[in-house]
């Protein structure tokens, strides 16, 4: 069946600093491809829409230059949190389409 | 926007019992999804829908697409202590880049 693997599974990292998120299609490509983010006890958040070789789709009111994403081949899509600050401490969620939705097992960042 | 709104909200239950859960929409949706979500995990896609009045079953799992295309239920028949979980509803609106919406979330607890 369809895997994405999601890359790290956790990080910590100090506020100001910058965090990159991967998420890989491993037996498929995925023209498309999903970043979410997951509040404690909360459901999924769509940020954006990440196609390849184009520029990703946010949704409102997610910034566009804090949360960078890049789609550069089909099978990798990458979420750049840059300058983070404590409040963007949360779980963050790819997913890629292909046969269906396929999630990514997710990515817990803390900012401290 | 779309708002998927879920419900119950939570439930404990116990082992051997049927679980009903549904999930309604303020607009119309051409695709439901089921996912189930572990802690600290990503959504595993349980049931797809794709048409109104579609009935599918997986293992003991059991969802209905509402006529309407505003609602969807989720049926689990003789739960396990292994159900325990968030379950949620996700929906795709014609038209709409392929984005999935979630729901809530109904988080179910089995007694064993």
């Known amino acids: 069946g369809a895997v994405v693997s999601q890359h790290p599974s956790r990080v910590i990292c100090k506020s100001g600093t910058s965090v990159k998120i991967e998420c890989r299609s491993l037996?498929?490509?995925?023209?498309?491809m999903f970043w979410y983010r997951q509040f404690p006890k909360q459901s999924l958040m769509l940020m954006a829409t990440?196609?390849?070789?184009?520029?990703?789709?946010?949704e409102q009111g997610v910034e566009k230059d804090k949360f960078l994403i890049n789609h550069a081949s089909l099978t990798l899509s990458t979420l750049t949190v840059t300058s983070a600050h404590p409040e963007d401490s949360s779980f963050y969620i790819c997913?890629?389409?292909?046969?269906?939705?396929?999630f990514g097992s997710g990515t817990r960042l803390t900012v401290v | 926007g779309q708002q998927l709104n879920q419900s119950p909200q939570s439930m404990f239950i116990q082992e051997g019992e049927d679980v009903s859960m549904n999930c309604t929409s303020s607009?119309?949706?051409?695709?439901w999804l089921w996912y189930k979500q572990d802690p600290g995990e990503g959504p595993v896609l349980l049931i797809a829908?794709?048409?109104?009045?579609e009935l599918t079953s997986n293992g003991r799992l059991t969802a209905q697409f509402g006529t309407t295309r505003k609602d969807s239920f989720l049926n689990i028949s003789a739960s396990i202590p292994s159900d325990v979980g968030i379950y949620f509803c996700?929906?795709?609106?014609?038209?709409?880049?392929?984005?999935?919406?979630f729901g809530t979330g109904t988080k179910l607890q089995v007694i064993p």
């Open positions: 997913s890629a389409l292909g046969y269906g939705y396929t």
């Open positions: 037996d498929f490509q995925a023209t498309t």
């Open positions: 990440s196609n390849e070789g184009s520029k990703a789709t946010y």
């Open positions: 607009s119309i949706f051409n695709t």
């Open positions: 829908l794709y048409k109104a009045g």
């Open positions: 996700a929906g795709q609106v014609p038209g709409g880049y392929q984005k999935v919406t």
